[in-house]
């Protein structure tokens, strides 16, 4: 506990984050890990809950310098019983603001946590997202539309998962932050699946409700947020000085949504998108998460945590 006081202390700005990981998602979230150091070097702390134990006990072993692992057991019991309720899928979901509720529960200094799905990638410091809406509350990273060209099943689509993207959220810990990550968890411990007849998609549908109901929530302004491959055709995408642009501004994450790991050289998509048409950022991110599994198998060689055949199925069609 001393330990732990004494770490809340030390870091006063906002720069922490927590992400899910799962077995199936440990090469990828290692990606992720990987892309916050190169872009913000030590200033940041994550906080990472494994849902399992092989990749908790694997996690255990790295030593990740500004990290730290929470275990299943420092969940409420009632939280923990939805796994045998829930999918896997849906039960990450639910744990969204589980966590980023006892982040801030448990460490009342820390201003702001960040939740980052582990299919984020960085390519430049995501610092100036909170530095340019110092006022808000919730920071939500709305789902640009996919792109003109785009037919009408697909927009239809994307009116159902709902305007925002869960991949990156942020929570102020101040009174209309907390009582914002509070609904939500309540709503995702509900329910938590993909049924649109009833207005649920996931953690993610929920999110249209947060303005109205709460002040000081606010759609993320600062460029080169949420991109992925819902709106990957609008851009233009470049590179300068080692940095990557979209049309005139700079990239600071991607989100490689529907991506898996089915073996050591091949990433495979639940999406539909056409290889040809994908911007050459995904095979710099294949080329991060092979770095990812060389990595384990160095740690570890008996871990396996390529996608299995239900990975591979999308979760609703």
């Given at each position: 506990?001393?330990?732990?006081?004494?770490?809340?202390k030390?870091f006063?700005?906002?720069?922490?984050?927590c992400?899910?990981?799962s077995?199936?998602?440990l090469?990828?979230?290692?990606?992720l890990?990987?892309?916050?150091?190169?872009v913000?070097?030590?200033?940041?702390?994550?906080?990472?809950?494994?849902?399992?134990?092989e990749?908790?006990?694997?996690?255990?072993?790295?030593s990740?310098?500004?990290?730290?692992?929470?275990h299943?057991?420092?969940l409420a019991k009632?939280?923990?019983?939805?796994?045998?309720?829930?999918k896997v899928?849906?039960?990450?979901?639910?744990l969204?603001?589980?966590?980023?509720?006892?982040?801030?529960?448990?460490?009342p200094?820390?201003?702001r946590?960040?939740?980052l799905d582990?299919?984020?990638?960085f390519?430049?410091?995501?610092?100036?997202?909170?530095?340019?809406?110092?006022?808000?509350?919730?920071l939500?990273?709305l789902?640009e539309?996919?792109?003109?060209?785009?037919?009408?099943?697909?927009?239809?689509?994307?009116?159902?998962?709902?305007k925002?993207?869960?991949?990156?959220?942020?929570?102020?810990n101040?009174?209309?932050?907390?009582?914002?990550?509070?609904?939500?968890k309540?709503?995702?411990?509900?329910?938590?699946?993909?049924?649109?007849?009833?207005?649920?998609?996931g953690?993610?549908?929920y999110?249209?409700?947060?303005?109205?109901?709460?002040?000081?929530?606010?759609?993320?302004?600062?460029?080169?947020?949420?991109v992925?491959?819902?709106n990957v055709?609008k851009y233009?995408?470049?590179?300068?000085?080692?940095s990557?642009?979209?049309?005139e501004?700079?990239?600071?994450?991607y989100?490689f949504?529907?991506?898996?790991v089915?073996?050591?050289?091949?990433i495979?998509?639940?999406?539909?998108?056409n290889?040809?048409?994908?911007?050459?950022?995904?095979q710099?991110?294949?080329?991060a998460?092979e770095e990812s599994?060389?990595?384990?198998?160095n740690?570890?060689p008996?871990f396996?945590?390529f996608?299995t055949e239900t990975?591979?199925?999308?979760?609703?069609?």
């Amino acid at each position: 506990m001393e330990s732990e006081i004494k770490m809340s202390k030390r870091f006063d700005h906002e720069n922490f984050f927590c992400t899910i990981l799962s077995k199936t998602r440990l090469y990828q979230g290692l990606a992720l890990l990987a892309s916050l150091k190169k872009v913000m070097g030590d200033d940041f702390y994550i906080f990472i809950h494994c849902i399992d134990e092989e990749s908790y006990k694997l996690f255990k072993k790295f030593s990740w310098k500004n990290s730290k692992l929470i275990h299943e057991k420092k969940l409420a019991k009632r939280i923990v019983l939805l796994k045998n309720e829930r999918k896997v899928h849906e039960y990450c979901w639910t744990l969204k603001p589980v966590i980023c509720d006892y982040v801030l529960n448990k460490f009342p200094s820390i201003k702001r946590i960040t939740y980052l799905d582990s299919d984020l990638y960085f390519w430049s410091d995501p610092t100036p997202i909170f530095k340019n809406q110092p006022d808000c509350s919730v920071l939500l990273s709305l789902e640009e539309k996919y792109s003109p060209t785009a037919n009408q099943s697909i927009q239809r689509r994307s009116r159902i998962t709902g305007k925002y993207n869960s991949g990156f959220i942020s929570f102020k810990n101040d009174v209309t932050g907390m009582q914002a990550l509070k609904w939500w968890k309540e709503k995702c411990l509900e329910a938590c699946r993909i049924a649109p007849k009833e207005g649920i998609f996931g953690d993610q549908k929920y999110l249209d409700e947060l303005p109205t109901l709460f002040t000081s929530c606010c759609d993320i302004t600062t460029p080169g947020v949420n991109v992925g491959p819902w709106n990957v055709l609008k851009y233009q995408f470049s590179t300068v000085d080692h940095s990557i642009l979209i049309d005139e501004d700079m990239l600071i994450f991607y989100h490689f949504s529907g991506l898996r790991v089915a073996a050591r050289n091949d990433i495979q998509s639940v999406n539909k998108m056409n290889k040809k048409r994908r911007s050459f950022i995904y095979q710099l991110y294949s080329d991060a998460v092979e770095e990812s599994v060389e990595l384990v198998e160095n740690i570890d060689p008996t871990f396996n945590g390529f996608a299995t055949e239900t990975d591979l199925q999308r979760y609703w069609n």
